[in-house]
């Protein structure tokens, strides 16, 4: 198999409080449990695994860690992938306009908006920015290794919407829904994306 990175999205958590952003929320026992088992079907191959700073996306790299029989004590944090994110250029402001745009809208913005607004990176270099990281760190990885790097929807969804294929609000990653990218020989990437974190190449 050729190098395989996995840009995932976080294990299930608990319930976020409206009006919170919620940083410290932890997984519930069925999202510690599914992240296990999508580190059992990786053993043996992980190389790499990073994560968002924040606890529900250090929680799942951990659970993907203790099933793969991956080092935790090799987990490291990156904060492309949360806290604040590739796309995210100063928290608070971007907090504040996501409490009066709501949700969809954010959403919709993420997916698909041209421009920066306050708080918010410019979507297009932010884009380049984290497609060339991950280009990175697959090619730091040998034959058959895997990459494993946790994130949060916010950071997934748009970056698959703007550089793989376009997304809706549909389309957008449920937990441990993932892009799956893939070096071959010839240097060429090839990428998959799943919603609900299923991989028929690895049984999952």
């Not at 198999?1 to 940083?23: A, D, F, Q, V, W």
């Not at 599914?34 to 990073?50: V, Y």
């Not at 995210?88 to 009066?100: G, H, K, S, V």
Request: proline content about 6%.
């Amino acid at each position: 198999m050729c190098p395989t990175l996995y840009l995932i999205r976080h294990g299930e958590r608990s319930p976020i409080p409206s009006k919170e952003l919620g940083n410290e929320i932890e997984l519930t026992e069925k999202g510690r449990r599914e992240s296990r088992e999508f580190g059992k079907h990786l053993e043996n191959r992980i190389a790499i695994i990073q994560t968002s700073p924040l606890l529900r996306c250090f929680q799942t790299a951990l659970e993907i860690a203790r099933g793969a029989d991956f080092p935790t004590g090799s987990i490291s944090t990156s904060t492309l992938l949360g806290n604040p994110g590739a796309f995210i250029e100063d928290a608070e402001l971007a907090w504040a306009l996501w409490q009066e745009w709501g949700q969809t809208r954010i959403h919709e913005y993420l997916l698909s908006g041209s421009k920066p607004y306050p708080g918010f990176k410019d979507p297009s270099k932010a884009t380049a920015a984290l497609n060339q990281y991950l280009k990175s760190q697959l090619k730091f990885l040998k034959q058959d290794q895997i990459a494993v790097l946790v994130t949060h929807d916010t950071v997934l969804a748009p970056f698959v919407s703007r550089r793989h294929r376009t997304l809706t609000q549909s389309d957008w990653p449920d937990y441990l829904g993932f892009l799956r990218m893939e070096l071959g020989p010839n240097g060429t990437i090839d990428s998959a994306y799943s919603v609900t974190g299923r991989d028929e190449e690895l049984g999952l």
